[in-house]
């Protein structure tokens, strides 16, 4: 299937807001930012997904950090109970208390960023999520995430996915390590898919750097470049 239009969905992908005092409401120090902002960011998104240049592919960039507002958890998230949901309030050993005053701007941010998403997508459109995840985590190379609902994308399009990735030497998992994928609620039918890219298979390890030169056949932009060209009409 082809679809009239690619929303690129980044929520994860920005490290801004760590130090405003408006925003952030976290004790940072040097290993809340090594060990969980390096860690958790998806770095170099706009290099891996933004390979192929078309009109009909758009960009919904979150400007701030997951650690500020996490643009697409649900609301009224389940990770809420373990203190997770849209405004982080626990994390690996760390908390933070967002004094009454600050959490309706906070909110209205997210909701800002489903408006923003809602904005870009259109009927017969498909939504990607764009994200990275930590190489211990899993095998995976490549995790391909989406609901088993009226967003899931059509048996085609997962076919496509899962044979240009391991085509190219990578290890596939569909919903594993991750599952699921973000539906901003239209009025319109569209469809919905999570790429999850292992870190591994384009950053240097231990190092915030791309990866130019590695085992597999073809570079993971360049696999999301030809994707993106086949997905779009």
């Known amino acids: 299937m082809q679809y009239t239009r690619i929303v690129l969905n980044e929520p994860h992908a920005s490290i801004e807001g ?17 060990d ?42 389940p ?6 949901g849209i405004l982080y309030k626990q994390f690996d050993g760390y908390s933070r208390e967002i004094p009454k005053v600050y959490k309706e701007n906070l909110l209205n941010l997210w ?23 930590p190489s211990e985590l899993s095998d995976v190379d490549i995790c391909i995430g989406f609901n088993e609902d009226w967003s899931k994308p059509n048996k085609e399009t997962i076919e496509l996915v899962v044979s240009l990735f391991e085509n ?47 085992i597999y056949k073809v570079s993971v932009r360049d696999v999301i470049t030809t994707l993106l060209s086949e997905l779009i009409e």
Request: negative net charge.
């Open 111 to 133: 909701h800002w960023h489903q408006q923003c998403l809602i904005s870009q997508l259109c009927p017969d459109a498909l939504l990607l999520d764009c994200h990275s995840f």
């Open 168 to 214: 190219a030497g990578y290890k596939v998992g569909i919903n594993e390590p991750y599952s699921n994928s973000e539906t901003p609620n239209c009025s319109f039918a569209y469809q919905s898919m999570m790429l999850e890219v292992n870190k591994r298979a384009y950053m240097e390890p231990c190092s915030l750097r791309i990866k130019h030169h590695n």
């Open 36 to 77: 969980i902002v390096l860690k958790w960011t998806d770095w170099h998104t706009d290099y891996l997904f933004h390979g192929y240049k078309n009109v009909n592919i758009r960009t919904v960039r979150f400007p701030y950090s997951r650690f500020i507002v996490d643009a697409e958890r649900l609301w009224n998230d």
């Open 79 to 84: 990770l809420e109970s373990v203190g997770q």
């Open 18 to 34: 760590l130090y405003n005092e408006r925003l952030s409401f976290w004790n940072i120090d040097e290993r809340f930012i090594n």
